[in-house]
């Protein structure tokens, strides 16, 4: 089974005029990404997602920013599998608790054997201790945690909270969401460190000075899960590039359980850089056509990709 990881970033389809399209790989958060020229990308930007999905080849895909079921279905008829991608016939995108609307998916070419969301988990339904900056009724993801079993494999497919728009300000949210996922796992397993499972997603972990004394996202290892992309040298691991500026993070996640680990393990996971934009240096690879200076770009985050085989 080879998993992907994509966060396509806000991708929401509109009808304007009669016409329906998809929002292209911005925030509008620059003055590049708004306004009639920004807006003139928005289709160049998706095809170059699909672009990047197609070679990652993937049985299974976990996206982040979809903003909804028709989101996920117009981007995998209209421009997905019209770009030569095998089609996913599973695919699903609930709603979950982004004030914008933008919520996890999965696409599979292999079917769901059960699909459980969790986003309306509070620490009261989780039995976690009382939390001085959530009451015990209020939902404790910012996202969701989407948990889908297909065979023999369950994957938690996440979106942390991000650390804007301050870092500090939001590392106990992040923290708490850490240890939310940690005891749905729990929950969901008589034996978590037995069972295979995979954590997979954007965990939205800032860039971590050496003298921080931890990530909020400690919880989830600990002893609990195995970082698959630390089998990877330091030196490529990174998935995300702000934009004008050096700062190079990894985000993006594919945590094991120890059992996934152990079985295989010399997997490697790959890191899909070729839709990135040009101003993201640090990259020194062949990249898509037409992937430019900023924009267009398939999205501000590179795809992860993990081959299990036999799974």
């Not at 807006?39 to 999905?53: G, M």
């Amino acid at each position: 089974m080879r998993i992907a990881s994509f966060n396509v970033q806000n991708m929401r389809l509109r009808v304007r005029d009669g016409a329906a399209h998809l929002d292209g790989a911005r925030d509008e958060d620059i003055e590049e990404d708004m306004g009639a020229d920004a807006a003139a990308l928005d289709d160049i930007d998706r095809r170059l997602t699909a672009a990047v999905l197609k070679k990652a080849a993937a049985d299974v895909v976990s996206l982040q920013e979809v903003f909804n079921q028709d989101t996920l279905d117009y981007f995998h008829d209209t421009i997905l599998v019209p770009g030569g991608v095998p089609p996913y016939p599973h695919r699903i995108c609930l709603p979950g608790n982004d004030g914008r609307g933008l919520n996890v998916a999965v696409m599979s070419r292999l079917p769901f054997d059960d699909v459980t969301s969790h986003a309306a988990e509070t620490t009261s339904s989780l039995g976690l201790e009382e939390s001085d900056i959530l009451g015990p009724d209020n939902r404790i993801f910012r996202r969701d945690c989407l948990e889908v079993s297909i065979g023999r494999l369950t994957a938690f497919i996440c979106h942390l909270k991000a650390p804007y728009p301050d870092t500090a300000s939001v590392f106990d949210i992040r923290r708490l969401e850490a240890v939310a996922v940690r005891r749905v796992i729990e929950r969901r397993f008589d034996t978590p460190a037995e069972s295979l499972w995979l954590i997979v997603g954007d965990l939205n972990e800032p860039a971590i000075a050496e003298t921080d004394p931890e990530r909020s996202i400690a919880p989830v290892f600990e002893g609990f899960a195995v970082d698959l992309l630390a089998r990877i040298p330091p030196q490529e691991r990174w998935t995300f590039h702000q934009p004008h500026s050096a700062v190079y993070t990894c985000p993006d996640a594919l945590l094991a359980s120890p059992a996934l680990a152990a079985r295989w393990p010399d997997v490697r996971p790959e890191i899909l850089r070729i839709g990135l934009d040009r101003d993201a240096e640090r990259y020194r690879g062949a990249r898509l056509a037409g992937v430019g200076a900023h924009r267009p770009h398939a999205s501000d985050h590179a795809a992860l990709s993990v081959d299990f085989p036999g799974l």
